[in-house]
């Protein structure tokens, strides 16, 4: 598909037009076909309208638009859609009747179009208009009647199409309401509109990647992808808006990572005309609150432009569309409409008069960040001296860890550094503050200049951090040694690279080289420095990942002592959260999560919050919080988007693919896959969670060779250190049970030994409870009941204080269904029905009907198929041996029946022949047989 001349910037329309094309497909059937086409104002939907005519010129078509002035008019829409007749008609419901029998029996094409133009085949926006038979019959084909703009049509015209929808018969109609969400008009059309029974189309803004092909098509320009996202983000993704902004931009300005997009030329152009028609005092408090800032307050406001009646002037401002008070307070706050307005105004003002107010808001604010905003927004050259204070501003919030003011500081200062040595240091420091921030997006768009820079250990440390934080392994560790090997006799630029060690360490969840490197950056730095507090603040976890946990909360109390507010404390506290998940206490772990997870009234970090985020969402998991556990995943997968922190990606999505799959929800558990995928070569935090996630998907349909095969990389790690410290991550037990249940049991022996000895060791209740479970099918299997019997009772005791009801749940069902397949079903039902209930809690959906087969399979006295009653050879098959028959006289392979019965396709077949051997039979069609209906 290629546009027309008249619409080059409709890009990305290719599946809402296959979408329109399925609808008049089925029109043409005979089957009246309503849809709304719906959006944001700009986001392309006239276009794409105008394209499906185009596409479709040969069907008849009556098209007409929804007017602003005629809104207030009753049925002026309605009419014009019954033109050219002037029927009289008697309120909605008779205009409605009129209208369906005029799309039920065709239209007139005597020289007249519905929308008032000719139907000779021509339209005054270039579409075809072939009108259709003029002796009242049908046509062969379908008839396209379009709304454009219906949110402007008057209330009566919208009732009685609504009435004419529910009176179509059979009808070859396809009839399409466009309207554009937000954008004002009746409420009750909306209303109508809304409670339609139509087929929604909604129209979305363009990606990242589309905004990259309009910019190809409309002014011939390659973005780089970095700007391409800033540019989207900046517009919308509306086509209009991007459009305007394509073409009234400078090409050159596209390869400066730190642009000011301008607001689009028509926003530009009525917001000058409101402030035109403005009175002084007006104008000049829209002008003084568009220099305060995105949140100006009232009283700054009225100060900064001498405004003497402020009440008035916000009302005149507000009634012209330029300024309001912001939703939920009184009128001290203040906000702009729409997102171009406040910067449309900000460019409308010259520049003496925009340097003055800047430099007069400088001494109104009080905050120093703030303040010195203003003053660089005011200054016109470079100032050394304002950019040291900047540096020192920089300085003193990197102490504190918010990053993103650093960051803010350090780009300012840089700007109006005069010599080239000081703006590259400081936009080095500048990158480095962005990632440290979780503000990776705009640490990417500024690495092409990072790398035009001369090499050297700030620089490579800067790039390294970067590429941890996008999940890039090899790469950062290439950074990390050139940034060591070229650190010299710079104590602060080592302690740096030291730290940025730290970070690769964790992400590679190595305990031994967190703490060794840990150690190194506070040997290198000075006491109280960025690089000591963060590392102190995760050094517990490298302790953690050796398996000494003592020293873990010992480092943990030292670093909370150390940081006991502000962004600093939020890292100590997720770390804290994730050892006392690992540690079994999810309560202590939620707390400490919930805690560190918002930035807003902390100026935290988006990175630290996304982990924060990722760790209580496994926290509400073994909770039982499945609820909470799936809106914690919510809330990270917005800020993932948000800030494109790879490295997190598949940490977050483990816990959405779970809990989806164990409630049977595999269309949601199969996205949290495909967006939560790994490959080998990433780093631990990355595959761990990945193939933990397939495994639990796998697990959750009885797909155990699937389950082994996801977790075999883990079990083939070597070696495996931190990855088998019990709690951290727990794949063990499922990979063992999976192995169990198909009949590796001398695999399953040699892999469990030394889990269980390392989880004794350490004292791990809920990693010796999960691994005991296990240990209990594993001699089940082998015929040991008095020792499967107490290894599940160990177990249960492990689980009794802890508040872990999937666990508990978990036991309780591999214990019921050994002591079934035993014969002991009594002891089975009432274990089996204690999981049921805790699962049911839990809406773990697929182990609730896994417990109700196994207790309908262990009820005593059921009858299975194929037995024939008292006295018949079918009744000396098991309750095992008749659930086996019964799968496979369904059609089931041996395969299935394995998956649903949670055994062996070994075990199924000797099930199988032994029935067979039983009941005189040879095949699986004669066993369908002899079961029958």
């Known amino acids: 598909m290629h546009p027309g001349p008249d619409d080059p910037h409709l890009v990305g329309a290719s599946e809402d037009l296959a979408r329109l094309d399925g609808l008049l497909d089925l029109a043409a059937t005979g089957v009246?076909?309503?849809?709304?086409?719906?959006?944001?104002?700009?986001?392309?939907?006239?276009?794409?309208?105008?394209?499906?005519r185009h596409r479709h010129d040969t069907v008849p078509v009556t098209a007409v638009d929804g007017l602003p002035w005629e809104s207030t008019s009753p049925g002026a829409l309605a009419d014009r859609l019954l033109a050219p007749e002037a029927p009289s008609w008697d309120g909605p419901i008779d205009l409605g009747v009129r209208l369906a029998h005029r799309w039920s029996v065709g239209q007139r094409s005597d020289g007249q179009r519905s929308d008032g133009q000719r139907s000779d085949g021509q339209r005054s926006d270039g579409q075809r208009s072939d009108g259709q038979r003029s002796d009242g019959q049908r046509g062969s084909g379908p008839v396209l009647v379009t709304v454009d703009d219906a949110h402007h049509a008057d209330p009566l015209s919208i009732r009685a199409i609504a009435s004419a929808v529910v009176r179509l018969g059979e009808s070859r109609l396809l009839l399409l309401l466009?309207?554009?969400?937000?954008?004002?008009?009746?409420?009750?059309?909306?209303?109508?509109?809304?409670r339609l029974p139509a087929v929604r189309l909604r129209v979305s803004p363009l990606t990242t990647e589309q905004t990259r092909l309009l910019a190809a098509r409309v002014a011939g320009i390659d973005l780089p992808m970095p700007v391409a996202r800033r540019l989207r983000e900046h517009a919308g993704g509306l086509p209009s808006h991007l459009l305007e902004i394509l073409r009234d931009?400078?090409?050159?300005?596209?390869?400066?990572?730190?642009?000011?997009?301008?607001?689009?030329?028509?926003?530009?152009?009525?917001?000058?005309?409101?402030?035109?028609?403005?009175?002084?005092?007006?104008?000049?408090?829209?002008?003084?609150?568009?220099?305060?800032?995105?949140?100006?307050?009232?009283?700054?406001?009225?100060?900064?432009?001498?405004?003497p009646d402020p009440i008035a002037a916000l009302d005149e401002a507000h009634t012209a569309g330029l300024l309001g008070s912001a939703a939920g307070h009184g009128l001290d706050a203040l906000t702009f409409p729409g997102r171009f307005v406040r910067g449309a105004v900000h460019a409308s003002l010259a520049p003496a008069r925009r340097h003055d107010l800047h430099l007069r808001a400088s001494g109104i604010v009080t905050d120093d960040t703030e303040r010195l905003r203003h003053r660089v927004e005011a200054a016109p050259l470079p100032d050394p001296d304002l950019a040291a204070e900047l540096v020192a501003l920089a300085e003193r919030k990197a102490d504190e860890g918010a990053w993103a003011v650093v960051a803010g500081a350090?780009?300012?200062?840089?700007?109006?550094?005069?010599?080239?040595?000081?703006?590259?240091?400081?936009?080095?420091?500048?990158?480095?503050?962005?990632?440290?921030?979780?503000?990776?997006?705009?640490?990417?768009?500024?690495?092409?200049?990072?790398?035009?820079?001369?090499?050297?250990?700030?620089?490579?440390?800067?790039?390294?951090?970067?590429?941890?934080?996008?999940g890039r392994r090899a790469e950062a560790a290439a950074w990390l040694d050139a940034a060591w090997r070229a650190r010299g006799t710079d104590r602060a630029a080592a302690a740096v690279v030291c730290q940025r060690r730290v970070l690769h360490a964790l992400a590679e969840w190595d305990g031994d080289d967190l703490v060794r490197w840990a150690g190194r950056a506070v040997e290198h730095a000075e006491p109280g420095s960025p690089a000591a507090v963060e590392s102190r603040a995760i050094i517990g976890l490298g302790h953690a990942a050796r398996g000494d946990v003592a020293a873990a909360f010992t480092a943990y109390r030292h670093a909370v002592a150390e940081s006991p507010s502000g962004p600093q404390h939020q890292r100590v506290r997720m770390g804290l959260g994730w050892l006392h998940l690992a540690q079994d206490d999810p309560e202590a772990a939620r707390r400490e999560l919930e805690f560190a997870a918002p930035t807003a009234h902390q100026a935290g970090s988006n990175r630290i919050s996304l982990w924060a985020l990722a760790w209580l969402a496994r926290a509400r998991f073994a909770l039982g919080d499945w609820a909470g556990a799936l809106e914690a995943v919510d809330r990270a997968e917005i800020l993932?988007?948000?800030?494109?922190?790879?490295?997190?990606?598949?940490?977050?999505?483990?816990?959405?693919?779970?809990?989806?799959?164990?409630?049977?929800?595999?269309?949601?558990?199969?996205?949290?896959?495909?967006?939560?995928?790994?490959?080998?070569?990433?780093?631990?935090?990355?595959?761990?969670?990945?193939?933990?996630?397939?495994?639990?998907?796998?697990?959750?349909?009885?797909?155990?060779?699937?389950?082994?095969?996801?977790?075999a990389p883990l079990a083939a790690r070597s070696p495996r250190g931190g990855v088998d410290e019990p709690g951290f991550w727990p794949w063990h037990d499922v990979y063992a049970n999976a192995l169990v249940l198909l009949d590796r049991l001398a695999e399953a022996d040699e892999f469990l030994a030394p889990l269980e000895a390392t989880a004794t060791r350490r004292d791990h209740g809920s990693a010796s409870a999960r691994l005991g479970s296990v240990r209990g099918r594993l001699l089940a299997a082998r015929g040991d009941l008095a020792g499967a019997e107490e290894a599940f009772a160990l177990a249960r005791d492990r689980l009794a204080r802890?508040?872990?009801?999937?666990?508990?749940?978990?036991?309780?069902?591999?214990?019921?269904?050994?002591?079934?397949?035993?014969?002991?079903?009594?002891?089975?039902?009432?274990?089996?029905?204690?999981?049921?209930?805790?699962?049911?809690?839990l809406g773990a959906q697929?182990?609730?009907?896994?417990?109700?087969?196994?207790?309908?399979?262990?009820?005593?006295?059921?009858?299975?198929?194929?037995r024939r009653g008292p006295g018949g050879a079918a009744d000396r098959l098991t309750d095992q041996e008749s659930t086996v028959a019964a799968f496979v006289a369904s059609g089931m392979t041996n395969k299935e029946v394995a998956a649903e019965m949670m055994l062996s396709v070994k075990t199924v077949q000797f099930h199988l022949t032994r029935v067979y051997a039983k009941l005189g039979l040879r095949s699986r069609t004669e066993l369908a047989a002899r079961t029958g209906p």
């Open 32 to 52: 009246p076909v309503v849809a709304v086409v719906e959006g944001p104002a700009g986001v392309g939907k006239t276009a794409l309208l105008r394209r499906f």
């Open 846 to 866: 697929v182990h609730v009907d896994r417990c109700d087969r196994e207790l309908r399979t262990g009820r005593p006295g059921q009858r299975g198929p194929g």
């Open 178 to 194: 466009v309207r554009s969400v937000g954008a004002g008009g009746d409420p009750e059309v909306a209303e109508v509109l809304e």
């Open 249 to 307: 931009t400078p090409p050159v300005r596209w390869s400066d990572w730190q642009t000011r997009l301008p607001a689009p030329t028509t926003v530009q152009n009525r917001v000058q005309a409101a402030l035109d028609a403005c009175s002084p005092g007006a104008r000049a408090l829209v002008e003084a609150a568009a220099v305060l800032g995105a949140d100006p307050v009232l009283a700054d406001a009225a100060v900064l432009g001498a405004v």
């Open 802 to 841: 802890l508040p872990l009801p999937y666990d508990r749940a978990r036991v309780d069902f591999a214990h019921g269904t050994a002591l079934r397949r035993a014969g002991r079903r009594r002891d089975a039902a009432e274990v089996l029905t204690a999981a049921r209930q805790l699962f049911v809690e």
């Open 410 to 470: 350090l780009i300012d200062a840089g700007r109006i550094s005069p010599t080239r040595a000081d703006r590259e240091d400081r936009i080095v420091r500048a990158v480095d503050a962005l990632a440290g921030a979780g503000l990776l997006g705009q640490a990417v768009d500024a690495l092409p200049e990072v790398e035009a820079l001369p090499a050297g250990p700030r620089r490579d440390a800067v790039l390294a951090y970067v590429a941890v934080q996008r």
């Open 640 to 711: 993932l988007g948000a800030t494109g922190l790879e490295l997190l990606r598949p940490l977050v999505h483990w816990t959405g693919a779970q809990v989806h799959a164990l409630r049977g929800g595999q269309d949601a558990a199969d996205r949290h896959l495909r967006l939560g995928g790994a490959a080998d070569h990433d780093y631990a935090v990355m595959t761990v969670p990945a193939l933990l996630a397939r495994a639990h998907v796998a697990e959750a349909v009885s797909d155990h060779e699937a389950v082994v095969r996801h977790l």
